[in-house]
Every structure is written in C-alpha cells, then in structure tokens.
C-alpha cells in the first residue's frame, strides 16, 4: 500500500456502549434467575490518584449495567501478606464472581503473589498465570481485558488478523505478552519489540497492525506508520496522550484509535462482561 490516508477513528466508546448493552441484558436475566446481582470486587492498595479514578469509573459502569460493585481498601503500609489474605478471603466468598486487584499496587507489595492469590475462576482481569496459560493454549478461561478489547476492536472495524504482520511495542504480561498470544491465534505473524530491540522504528514499518503499549508519550512517530496500516494506541500519559504521535499518523493510517476513547472503553466493557461470564459459569456449577 502506498499514498496518503486519512485513518478513520476507532470509536471504544460506542463498541462499549454496544457490549455494555448485552451485559445489562444478561445481568438482568441472571438477576431474575438466581435472586443477586453478578458482584464484581475491587481491592484497591493505597490512594493513588489514578488508581482512585479508575476505580471509580469501574464502579459506576458496573453499577449502570446491573452489576453489583465492592470495593476492599487496604492501606499504602499494607503487606503483602494482608493484600494476598484480603484476596483469598474473596477467592473464598461464594457471593463474590470476579476479583480485581486495581495496579500498580506499592512498591513494597508483591504484585504477582498479589496476582496469583485469585482464584482462576474468578480472574476477570486475566491477570493470573493459569488465566495466560489458558489464554496461549485456546483454553476455557478469562483473557487480559486490555487485550481482548482490542481483538474486540479489530472484529468491529473487519480487521483480519490472518496472515497479517503485527507488531507490539511492549512486552507487559498483562497487554504485550498476551496480545500476542491472542494474535497469534487469529493466524497473524506476530513481532514483539521492547527497550532492547534495536532499530524498533523498522520493525514497525513493516506491520500491518501495529499495537502501541510502551508507556511513552508520542514515542511512535507518523514516518514510522506502514501507509494504510491499522493502529492501536494502547497507552495512556500524562496529558491525555497516547503512545502514538496521533496528528502524524492520522495521513498514514487506515484504522487508529483515539486516546482517550480507544481501547480504554473497551477494556472496562470486557471486565464486566467476564465478570457477567463468571457469575453464570458458577452458578451453573452450583445447579450441578
């Protein structure tokens, strides 16, 4: 593909408001069916303030949608004893069907022990080990929301995977990793560029998809944009900034998503709607 583009928009917002719309359905028949609520609990460590907000934010689509919300708050001086304890004690809560731990948790924490404290079957942000393995090997399980939201972007605008070149700057075991893995398996050839990579400009130019997860203000220029190629724009800086120098890559790409309203919509839609999944999954292991 050659020439000058003017990418069009990938509107997270309207394909949450489309998921959402499903979740109130099915929370509403769960409700009818089962007498509750499908409960999704946040464990948020501390009070940072952009952990604070999204947590939030959570709260209010869950509650929109029919989906109970409760949130566990422990201190910035928590252990990671008292974090893991706090998990358990919801692993363990029959009234409980989807547990998040709000990251980054304080330095002092053990984020993974954190992690690895939820139940797989409740794991609604895909953030377990057992949930990545599941998720790498096409098994039954909940995928990393970010992620899945993503592939849920890339099927409402008809982007196939298949035999694609895709590239993620990135290599997070909740966005990198498994967004390769969740390519890999729609048949795309999967690149994956980090700190380390060298010349990662030209490895981006040769991706049809390229998804962009550094952490980096603007750090993906426009020159580097294969013309016509779809980009998804996964981070979030300060200033309400992607990863993406966006007003470059508008003229050389097809598809991009905004920031804010991409993939940061769609990842909250995604962990209601496995929060939802979870409810029903043990409720039809209960009626067992």
Same mark, same amino acid.
């Given at each position: 593909? +050659? ?17 959402? &719309? &499903? ?24 009070? *940072?303030?952009?952990?604070? #907000? ?5 709260? %209010? ?17 928590? #252990? ?11 692993? %363990? *809560? ?41 998720? !790498? ?20 605008? *008809?982007?196939?995977?298949? &035999?694609?070149? %895709? ?27 980090? +700190? ?20 980096? %203000? ?14 998804? *724009? ?16 508008? +003229? ?9 309203? &991409? ?13 939802? +999944?979870? !409810? ?9």
């Amino acid at each position: 593909m +050659s020439g000058h583009f003017d990418a069009q928009l990938m509107d997270g917002v309207a394909l949450s408001r489309k998921i959402l &719309g &499903g979740c109130e359905l099915r929370a509403a028949t769960f409700v009818e069916r089962v007498g509750r609520r499908p409960c999704l609990a946040a464990v948020l460590v501390g009070h *940072d303030p952009a952990s604070v #907000t999204y947590v939030k934010m959570k709260q %209010a689509r869950c509650e929109r949608v029919g989906v109970e919300s409760v949130l566990v708050e422990l201190p910035e001086t928590a #252990t990671t004893q008292q974090v893991v304890g706090a998990i358990e004690d919801l692993s %363990a *809560d029959q009234r409980i069907d989807g547990i998040l731990l709000q990251h980054p948790v304080p330095e002092a924490i053990d984020e993974r022990a954190a992690f690895e404290a939820i139940a797989a079957h409740k794991d609604v942000d895909g953030e377990t080990k057992t949930s990545f393995a599941s998720m !790498a090997f096409g098994l039954p399980g909940f995928s990393s929301c970010t992620p899945a939201g993503i592939m849920r972007l890339l099927d409402a605008y *008809d982007v196939d995977p298949v &035999g694609k070149h %895709a590239v993620v700057i990135g290599r997070s075991p909740i966005l990198g990793k498994p967004i390769g893995m969740l390519l890999l398996a729609r048949d795309a050839t999967f690149t994956y560029c980090h +700190s380390r990579t060298e010349d990662v400009a030209a490895i981006v130019r040769s991706a049809d998809i390229v998804v962009a997860a550094v952490g980096r %203000a603007h750090f993906v220029r426009g020159n580097w944009i294969k013309p016509g190629a779809v980009v998804i *724009d996964a981070g979030y800086n300060e200033g309400n900034v992607g990863d993406v120098s966006f007003s470059e890559a508008l +003229s050389m790409a097809s598809l991009i998503t905004p920031v804010p309203g &991409g993939v940061g919509p769609t990842t909250i839609a995604l962990l209601i709607e496995q929060t939802i +999944s979870a !409810a029903e999954q043990a409720q039809s292991v209960t009626a067992l």
